[in-house]
């Protein structure tokens, strides 16, 4: 998908959330994977932290960075499998005014191409909460970079075409 070079880069204020019981700042590889792609993308990181897999935690750094001014994106890592710690999905269905079905089914399309049906316990996600893009990763570098290159370094740049994400920023809190 072409790039319009006449159209003027627009830097996006992305917070980067890695969920998880056992990640550090020293071993967040798939968080350290999107740290530099946003920065390779020109977009500027405002936050970046790890929390634990309990809904009540990632809930309240949800709403810190929605209510933030400054943060356009949320992008999580983590905590998108089936099994009973994985919560990163009912936390941000607890905060969204409007899903993005299409970013999930989007990613396990991609997904699918390098890990075959195993795709079908990820449930990646995205929506619009209060005027701010979440979106939801799982947790391997490997579905980082595949949600990242395929996906969100194209959706996140203005110049991108027919249609992207940033264009839409100035009407998400439209009635």
Avoid at 82 to 104: H, L, M, S
Avoid at 122 to 132: K, Q, Y
Avoid at 155 to 171: A, H
Wanted: a negative charge; aromatic letters at 6%.
């Amino acid at each position: 998908m072409p790039i319009d070079e006449s159209r003027a880069f627009q830097p996006v204020h992305i917070a980067l959330l890695t969920v998880s019981d056992t990640r550090t700042p020293a071993d967040d590889r798939s968080g350290d994977a999107l740290a530099e792609r946003i920065a390779a993308a020109g977009h500027l990181l405002k936050d970046r932290t790890i929390s634990i897999d309990q809904v009540e935690e990632i809930l309240a750094r949800l709403h810190r960075w929605i209510d933030d001014p400054d943060i356009d994106v949320i992008i999580t890592t983590g905590g998108t499998g089936v099994t009973g710690r994985d919560v990163t999905p009912e936390a941000i269905a607890a905060v969204q005014d409007k899903p993005i079905p299409g970013f999930g089914e989007l990613f396990r399309w991609i997904s699918f191409q390098t890990i075959g049906s195993s795709t079908i316990q990820s449930r990646a996600c995205a929506c619009v909460a209060r005027g701010t893009y979440i979106f939801a990763l799982p947790g391997s570098t490997g579905a980082v970079k595949d949600g990242w290159d395929q996906i969100l370094v194209n959706q996140l740049d203005s110049r991108f075409r027919p249609c992207n994400f940033v264009e839409l920023m100035p009407r998400l809190l439209e009635t």
